[in-house]
């Protein structure tokens, strides 16, 4: 009787495994509330540079500034140039974004999730 487990105990590795599998479900939806985040923080940065294109443009078309040609015509470069920059902000951080969630380090129960975040 003495190599036998009385009723009820468990091994370290037994024990160990819900309480990891536990960790790793909260991991995943802290992983989740950090990418909605994200996408909303991006969103919220394109939609905030494409007002000032918006508005780069209505000063460049202004009565004072629409009489100096090289005025507008410079007021209205940046706005393309920040149109531009906006789309390739959400393009190019898109993938970056869909990757956090499939990094990860290691094997077994002692896996690690890594985010990585690409501005």
Not at 35 to 46: I, N, T
Not at 50 to 79: C, F, H, Y
Not at 91 to 113: H, I, N, V, Y
Request: charged share 20%; net charge neutral.
């Amino acid at each position: 009787m003495a190599g036998e487990k009385a009723a009820g105990s468990t091994s370290p590795g037994e024990s160990f495994e819900p309480a990891m599998q536990r960790a790793r479900e909260i991991n995943e939806q802290i992983m989740e509330m950090a990418r909605k985040a994200g996408h909303q923080m991006l969103d919220a940065y394109v939609r905030w540079l494409e007002e000032v294109a918006e508005q780069q443009r209505k000063i460049a078309s202004g009565t004072p500034v629409s009489q100096m040609d090289w005025l507008a015509g410079m007021l209205n470069a940046q706005a393309d140039f920040t149109r531009q920059f906006a789309k390739s902000r959400l393009t190019a951080s898109s993938p970056a974004m869909a990757l956090s969630s499939d990094l990860a380090c290691g094997a077994g129960p002692w896996r690690a999730t890594v985010i990585v975040c690409r501005v």
